[in-house]
T-cell receptor
Framework: NAGVTQTPKFRILKIGQSMTLQCTQDMNHNYMYWYRQDPGMGLKLIYY???????DKGEVPNGYNVSRSTTEDFPLRLELAAPSQTSVYFCASSYSRTYTDTQYFGPGTRLTVL | GQQVMQIPQYQHVQEGEDFTTYCNSS?????IQWYKQRPGGHPVFLIQ?????EVKKQKRLTFQFGEAKKNSSLHITATQTTDVGTYFCAYSNFGNEKLTFGTGTRLTIIP
C-alpha cells in the first residue's frame, strides 16, 4: 500500500491565485482530514470527511473548500490565495467509525503565497 | 472552555539524558494519542491511551495517562540522536470525539 499520498510536494502561488491540493489514500479509510501546520506550530484542522459525499468544517476552514466524491480522494481547494495561507498542508486518514482512531498522514505540501 | 497545554515547548538535552513532555488538560479527556514528527517530515502515530492510570512502554519510550484522565506524559530514557523531532499529544473529549493536536514539544539532542 502507498498509504496517503499528496501532490504537489511544493508550490509557490501569487496572491489571488487558486489551486487544488490533491490527497489520495489506498487503505479504504472512511475518515479523511486536512490540517495546516504553520512554522514551529501544531496542527490545525481545516476540514474533515466521514465518508464519500460528507464533509464538515474544522477549526480553520475560511479560505478553503473540499469535496469527497470517492472514498480514496479528498482534494483541498484554495481560492484567492493570501500570504496567511503560507503553510505546510497535511492530509490524513483513519479507518474507524470513531474520530479517535489512529491517523495516517501524507508527506505534506509546502505552500508559499507571495 | 477547555484548556490543554503541552509543555515544554522546546527541550535541548545531551545525548544519553532523559526527556519528558507533558500534556495537561483542565477537563477530563476520553483518550490521548502521541505522535512524533521528524524535522521536515510528517506526524507518525506512536501510541494511544484510553484507560485511567494506563502506562504503556515502547522500548525506551514510556507513556502514561493520569488517574483523572486530565494529563499524560511521554518519557524517553537515554535519548539518542534518532529521537530528534517534535512530539505531539492529540486528544479528544467525551461528547466531542474530534481529535485536537497539542502545540508540540521540539526535542533537540546535543551529541
Amino acid at each position: 500500500n502507498a498509504g496517503v499520498t499528496q501532490t504537489p510536494k511544493f508550490r509557490i502561488l501569487k496572491i489571488g491565485q487558486s489551486m487544488t491540493l490533491q490527497c489520495t489514500q489506498d487503505m479504504n479509510h472512511n475518515y479523511m482530514y486536512w490540517y495546516r501546520q504553520d512554522p514551529g506550530m501544531g496542527l490545525k484542522l481545516i476540514y474533515y470527511s466521514v465518508g464519500a459525499g460528507i464533509t464538515d468544517k474544522g477549526e480553520v476552514p475560511n479560505g478553503y473548500n473540499v469535496s469527497r466524491s470517492t472514498t480514496e480522494d479528498f482534494p483541498l481547494r484554495l481560492e484567492l490565495a493570501a500570504p496567511s495561507q503560507t503553510s505546510v498542508y497535511f492530509c490524513a486518514s483513519s479507518y474507524s467509525r470513531t474520530y479517535t482512531d489512529t491517523q495516517y498522514f501524507g508527506p505534506g505540501t509546502r505552500l508559499t503565497v507571495l | 472552555g477547555q484548556q490543554v497545554m503541552q509543555i515544554p515547548q522546546y527541550q535541548h538535552v545531551q545525548e544519553g539524558e532523559d526527556f519528558t513532555t507533558y500534556c495537561n488538560s483542565s477537563t477530563t479527556l476520553s483518550n490521548i494519542q502521541w505522535y512524533k514528527q521528524r524535522p521536515g517530515g510528517h506526524p507518525v502515530f506512536l501510541i494511544q491511551l484510553v484507560k485511567s492510570g494506563e502506562v504503556k512502554k515502547q522500548k525506551r519510550l514510556t507513556f502514561q495517562f493520569g488517574e483523572a484522565k486530565k494529563n499524560s506524559s511521554l518519557h524517553i530514557t537515554a535519548t539518542q540522536t534518532t529521537d530528534v523531532g517534535t512530539y505531539f499529544c492529540a486528544y479528544s473529549n467525551f461528547g466531542n470525539e474530534k481529535l485536537t493536536f497539542g502545540t508540540g514539544t521540539r526535542l533537540t539532542i546535543i551529541p
